[in-house]
C-alpha cells in the first residue's frame, strides 16, 4: 500500500502556511514552528505544502544522537548546492570561512571566531535568497544540536527582511524542562519573530477518512470506534493500526462497511509498535535482516550502506514497495516515520545490534563521515577505543566551531568510558578541554570536577608549572561560584607550584590575587603577608609592574590595620613605581588603594584628597609630565568611584593648562565623554568622544581607543541606534583580542555583556562571558570577579534561569560595593531587580530597582534614572509618589501610569516618538512600547484620537 496521499484535515494549517508563502514571495521573511506529539503529521504537513508552492525549497533534518554544530544548516547547504548544481556559494569577503562549514569546498585557510562563523552562515543563507524566493525546512529539531538551536533567533531576526521562510518541526513530547529548544522558542518569541502551528489529533470524521483511504473502503462505525479508542487520533497509529488489520485479513464486508467479523477474537495492537511488529511477520528474512540494518543506522541512510552489507536489490525493493522506507534522494533513504524505524530496532537482538552498529561505523568511517556520526556507531558496537577516538575528534571540530555545549558533551562521553592509567595524557588533554567548555557554558561544577581529576594525576603532580595551571584554572572556577575558602586554597597551591618551577612573576600574581581576597574578606594580616611575598618574587622576576601593585595592597592592608603612615608610605612608593615605568593600568590600581587608604585612616577623608596627595607627590617629583599624567589617571578613577563633578573640573583643569600634552589630554577627553553620556547630555557627549577618537587613534592608544567604542555605543544605544552600538561593540571586542589591557576592557565589558544579553545575542553575550573567564583566570581581583559575575548573570536571565542570575547579579552588586564603584552597582542592582521581576518576587525587585533607581539619583545618571523608573512603573511602584495618590491619578486617567501620562502630554504637543525618546532620556523602542500600550489602554487607534480622548479625561486643557 502507498501512504503517500494528500494529508487528511489540517484545512487551517494549511491555509497558514499558504499565507506565509505569500509573504515569502512578497519579500517578508519568517520562522514558523510546526509543534505536536509524535506520529501527529507535521513533516507529512510540512512536505505537501512545499510540494505545492512555487518557492525553492531546501530541507535538513536532525537525528537523533550526537551530530556535528549546525548540521540541518550544513545540509541545507549542501541541498542548494545540489540543486543549483554550482559548486560555490558567494558570501563575499566571507567566502574563505566556508570550508570550515563545508570541508569539500577546500582547506580551511583562516580559523574564524564565534562571530565569523554566525555571519558566514548568514551570508551563505541570504546569497540562497538572491535568486528567488525561497523555503528552508528544518524536520525534528527536537534532535538538533546545540549550536543550531542557538543560531536559529539570530538568523531568524537578521533574515526577517529577505524573502526566506524558515519551517520546522518538532515533537511537543520530546523537549523535557532545560532543552535548548526551549530556550530557541522563548527567544524567538520574545523579539516576536515566531509563527508557532500546533498539530491536534484528528477527530472521528477525520480518522474514517483515513481508514477508507488506507484500506480503500468504507468503515463500518464499529470499526471506525474500534481505531479511533485505540489511536486516541494519531494518524500515524492510524494509518499502521488499519493498514496491518487489512493487509492482514483480519477485517471483512458487511452492510455497514469493513468491520472487525462478529464473534470472532481478533487481537488489535495496542500500540504503534505493536502494529509495526505484526507487518514484519509478512517479511522474507534477507528484507528483514536488511531492515534491520537499516533501523540501525537511524532515520536516514545510504542504499549503498545497506547493499554492501547485503547486496540483495530485491529485498531493498520489497522494503521501498511495502512502504518501510522512502526513497528521499538519489541513493539515499530514510524510515517513514520515526517511531516506524524505533519499533524495528527495537526488535532486533542486543548482539545483533553490536555486529550492525560496527559495520555501519567502518562504512561511515570509509566514506569520511562527521566523527559525531561515527560515535555513536562506535558506542552502540561496544568498540569503547574507537568511540573514544571519534568523540575526541568530535570535540575538537566543535571547540573550532565554539559551539561550547557540544564540546563538553563530546569530552564528557569520552571520559565515561576511559579508564585511569590508559592514554594518560590524551586523558588529561580531554579533561582540561571539558572543564574549559564546562566553564564557558556556565557549568561550574563539572569544570570543577574536571580539573580536580586534572590536578590527582601523578603526570600533572610530577610538573610543578602544570601543576600550577591547573591550580589556577580551579581557582577561577572556585571564584565564578563565591567558595573563596577553595578559592585560597588553589591560588596560594598554583603561586607555590610555579615558585618551584622557577616562574616568579606567575607566582607573584598568585600571591597578589590571594592577597586581594584575603584583604576583601578582612584577613589583613593575611594579606599583608602574602603581598609582601608576591613584592619579592615580582622583584626576582623583574615584574615593575607586579612590585606596584604589591605595594599598593600592601600599603592599603597596613593603612586598614591602623599602621596609616606606614601604610600611605607604602603606597606612594608604589605609585611612584608605576609612574615612573609608565604603567597606567598599574598607576590606576594604586591610586585606587591610595584613596581606600586615606578614607579607611580618617573615615571622612574624601577620595580627592588622596587624588591630589598623589598629583602633589609627582610634582614634588619635579615630573610636570608625569604630574598631568596623575590628574589624567585621578580622573579616571574619580569617574569611576562617582565623583563625576570632581572628575569633569579635573579634566577642564587638564584641557586649560598651557603644558598639557596629549597623552593627559586624550584622558580629559574620553572622561568628559563618558560624564556626558551618562548624565544624559549627548550633545556635548559626541563633541568630546569624537575628539578624543580623532587623538587617541592617531597616536595609536588602543587602551582609549577601547574606551572611545564603548563610550560611543552606550551612546548609540540610549539614543535608540541599536545597529551602531552593535558594531562599535563588535570593534571593541576585536580590540580587546589583540591587546593585554584588562583595565579599560572590565567596564567595557560589562556595558557590552548587558547589551548583547538584553537583544537575545546569546553568542555574543558568551563571547563577553569568556574573555572575563580568561581575565580572572590571570588576575583573580575583585573587580574582574565582579563584572564575570554580572555578565554570568546576565546569560542566565538571557537563559530564562532568574533564580542563577539572581545569585550571580548579588555577587555582582556586593562586589562592587566593596570597589566603590556605584555606576557598576548600580547596574548590577538594576538587573538584580529585574532578574527579581522575572522570578515574580516582585517585593525584593522593588527593593532593588529602587537601590539602583537612588545610586543613579545620586550620580546624575539620567538615562537609567528614567529607564529603572519606568521599570518600577510597570510594577505599580513609582519613584517619588504615594501608592494611593498614584492608584488615585490611574482610576482619573483610564489606568495610565505616570510615564504614560507624561508621554501622552508629549504627544498632545505634537512630539514624534524620537523627539520624546531624547527628551525623556529614553531609547525610541521603549517609548514605541509606551505609545502602543496608551493606544491600547485608551481603545484609540491613532495618536489622533489619543489626543482626542487625552482632552476628554483632562490629561490636557
Known amino acids: 500500500m502507498n501512504h503517500k496521499h494528500k494529508i487528511i484535515g489540517r484545512e487551517r494549517e494549511k491555509e497558514e502556511l499558504t499565507g506565509l508563502f505569500d509573504a515569502t514571495r512578497n519579500g517578508t521573511g519568517n520562522i514558523v514552528l510546526i509543534a505536536g506529539e509524535a506520529g501527529m503529521g507535521k513533516t507529512l504537513l510540512a512536505e505537501e505544502m512545499l510540494a505545492r508552492c512555487d518557492l525553492q525549497c531546501f530541507s535538513g533534518r536532525s537525528s537523533e544522537g550526537a551530530t556535528p554544530p549546525y548540521t540541518p544548516v550544513i545540509t541545507i547547504l549542501r541541498d542548494y548546492l545540489r540543486q543549483s548544481g554550482t559548486q560555490k556559494i558567494d558570501c563575499g569577503t566571507l567566502t574563505p570561512y566556508l570550508p570550515c562549514l563545508l570541508p569539500e569546498m577546500g582547506p580551511v585557510k583562516m580559523q574564524p571566531d564565534a562571530e565569523t562563523i554566525i555571519e558566514t552562515i548568514i551570508a551563505a543563507l541570504a546569497a540562497i535568497t538572491k ?10 529539531l527536537h534532535w538538533a544540536d546545540n549550536a543550531t538551536l542557538h543560531i536559529l533567533p539570530v538568523i531568524a531576526e537578521r533574515m526577517h527582511t529577505l524573502p526566506l521562510l524558515i519551517i520546522g518541526t518538532y515533537r511537543s513530547d520530546e523537549i523535557p524542562r532545560g532543552h535548548q529548544l526551549r530556550r530557541m522558542r522563548t527567544e524567538l518569541r520574545r523579539r516576536r519573530l515566531l509563527y508557532e502551528i500546533t498539530i491536534e489529533n484528528l477527530n472521528r470524521d477525520q480518522t474514517a477518512q483515513l481508514i477508507a483511504r488506507i484500506t480503500g473502503a468504507t468503515p463500518a462505525p464499529s470499526f471506525i470506534d474500534v481505531i479511533y479508542e485505540k489511536t486516541l487520533g494519531v494518524p500515524l497509529f492510524i494509518e499502521e493500526l488499519s493498514g ?10 458487511t452492510d455497514a462497511g469493513l468491520a472487525i467479523p462478529e464473534g470472532e477474537d481478533v487481537p488489535v495492537p495496542e500500540s504503534i509498535r505493536d502494529a509495526v511488529l505484526l507487518r514484519l511477520d509478512g517479511l522474507s528474512e534477507d528484507a528483514r535482516n536488511l531492515l534491520y540494518l537499516a533501523a540501525a543506522a537511524g532515520i536516514e541512510f545510504d542504499f549503498t550502506m545497506l547493499t554492501d552489507f547485503d547486496a540483495n536489490d530485491e529485498a531493498l525493493n520489497k522494503l521501498i514497495e511495502r512502504n518501510w522506507i522512502v526513497e528521499i534522494a538519489p541513493g539515499r533513504g530514510a524510515f517513514r516515520h520515526g517511531l516506524i524505524r524505533e519499533a524495528v530496532y527495537h526488535e532486533i537482538i542486543w548482539s545483533k545490534r553490536r555486529i550492525l552498529h560496527r559495520h555501519i561505523a567502518r562504512h561511515l568511517e570509509s566514506t569520511g563521515a562527521p566523527p559525531e556520526q561515527t560515535a555513536e556507531h562506535w558506542l552502540a558496537a561496544n568498540e569503547l577505543h574507537s568511540a573514544r577516538s571519534a568523540l575526541l575528534k568530535s570535540a575538537e571540530r566543535s571547540c573550532g566551531l565554539h559551539a561550547y555545549r557540544d564540546a563538553a558533551r563530546a569530552a564528557h562521553r569520552a571520559l565515561e568510558n576511559w579508564k585511569e592509567g590508559e592514554d594518560e595524557e590524551l586523558r588529561l588533554q580531554t579533561l582540561e578541554r571539558l572543564a574549559q567548555c564546562a566553564q564557558l557554558n556556565g557549568q561550574l561544577a563539572d569544570a570543577v570536577r574536571a580539573l580536580k581529576e586534572v590536578i590527582e594525576s601523578p603526570i600533572v603532580k610530577n610538573n610543578d608549572r602544570r601543576y600550577a595551571e591547573s591550580q589556577r584554572s580551579l581557582a577561577t572556577v572556585y571564584g565564578l561560584q563565591g567558595t573563596w575558602e577553595q578559592y585560597l586554597e588553589a591560588r596560594n597551591a598554583a603561586a607555590d607550584a610555579y615558585k618551584k618551577s622557577g616562574a616568579y612573576g606567575e607566582a607573584a600574581t598568585e600571591w597578589l590575587s590571594a592577597a586581594s581576597r584575603n584583604f576583601g574578606m578582612n584577613n589583613v594580616q593575611t594579606a599583608i603577608e602574602l603581598a609582601s611575598k608576591a613584592y619579592e618574587l615580582s622583584v626576582e622576576a623583574g615584574r615593575p609592574d ?37 604603567i597606567p593600568e598599574a598607576a590606576s590600581d594604586v591610586y585606587k588603594r591610595l584613596a581606600d587608604s586615606f578614607e579607611v585612616a580618617s573615615q571622612f577623608s574624601s577620595a580627592s584628597k588622596a587624588y591630589h596627595s598623589a598629583y602633589n607627590y609627582c610634582r614634588n617629583q619635579g615630573n610636570d609630565m608625569l604630574a598631568q599624567l596623575c590628574l589624567g589617571c585621578m580622573a579616571y578613577v574619580l569617574f569611576r568611584t562617582g565623583e563625576w563633578k570632581q572628575c569633569g573640573d579635573i579634566c577642564q583643569e587638564v584641557l586649560n593648562d598651557p603644558k598639557r600634552f596629549e597623552g593627559s589630554v586624550s584622558i580629559a577627553l574620553c572622561m568628559l565623554a563618558f560624564v556626558n553620556v551618562y548624565r544624559g547630555t549627548f550633545r556635548p557627549a559626541r563633541k568630546y568622544l569624537k575628539k578624543c577618537t580623532e587623538l587617541v587613534r592617531k597616536m595609536n592608544i588602543e587602551s582609549l581607543i577601547m574606551a572611545c567604542l564603548e563610550g560611543g555605543a552606550i551612546l548609540d544605544e540610549l539614543e535608540g541606534n541599536d545597529d551602531s552600538a552593535t558594531h562599535h561593540y563588535f570593534e ?11 583595565h579599560y576592557a572590565l567596564p567595557a565589558l560589562c556595558s557590552a555583556v548587558t547589551f548583547f544579553a538584553t537583544r537575545g545575542m546569546e553568542k555574543e553575550a558568551m563571547l563577553c562571558s569568556k574573555a572575563l573567564a580568561d581575565m580572572a583566570k590571570h588576575s583573580g581581583n575583585i573587580e574582574n570577579l565582579g563584572v564575570l559575575a554580572y555578565a554570568l548573570g546576565e546569560t542566565a536571565l538571557l537563559n530564562k534561569n532568574p533564580k542563577e542570575a539572581i545569585r550571580q547579579f548579588e555577587q555582582a552588586s556586593d562586589h562592587f560595593e566593596k570597589l566603590e564603584t556605584p555606576l557598576e552597582r548600580l547596574k548590577a542592582e538594576f538587573r538584580l531587580g529585574v532578574a527579581h521581576k522575572h522570578n515574580d518576587d516582585h517585593k525584593n525587585a522593588i527593593i532593588h530597582l529602587r537601590n539602583a533607581y537612588n545610586i543613579a539619583k545620586n550620580l546624575g545618571c539620567r538615562p537609567f534614572a528614567s529607564q529603572i523608573a519606568d521599570e518600577l512603573d510597570t ?34 504637543e505634537g512630539l514624534t516618538n524620537r523627539e520624546i525618546a531624547s527628551k525623556l532620556y529614553l531609547s525610541p523602542r521603549t517609548v514605541e512600547m509606551h505609545v502602543a500600550n496608551i493606544l491600547d489602554r485608551l481603545n484609540c487607534r491613532s495618536r489622533i484620537e489619543a489626543v482626542r480622548k487625552a482632552e476628554e479625561i483632562g490629561i490636557v486643557g
Open 546 to 582: 607586579l612590585q606596584a601593585r604589591s605595594l599598593g595592597l600592601k600599603g592599603n592592608a597596613l593603612a586598614a590595620s591602623g599602621k596609616f603612615d606606614e601604610g600611605i608610605e607604602t603606597v606612594h612608593t608604589g605609585l611612584s613605581l608605576a609612574l615612573h615605568h609608565n
Open 732 to 742: 571593541l571586542m576585536d580590540l580587546r583580542e589583540k591587546i593585554d589591557d584588562d
Open 244 to 253: 496491518v488489520l487489512f493487509s492482514r485479513h483480519r477485517l471483512m464486508e
Open 131 to 140: 535568486r528567488t524566493p525561497s523555503v528552508i525546512f528544518l524536520d525534528d
Open 875 to 908: 510594577l505599580g511602584e513609582p519613584v517619588g509618589e504615594q501608592r494611593s495618590p498614584e492608584a488615585a491619578s490611574r482610576a482619573a486617567y483610564n489606568g495610565l501610569t505616570r510615564r504614560q501620562v507624561e508621554i501622552l502630554r508629549l504627544i498632545t
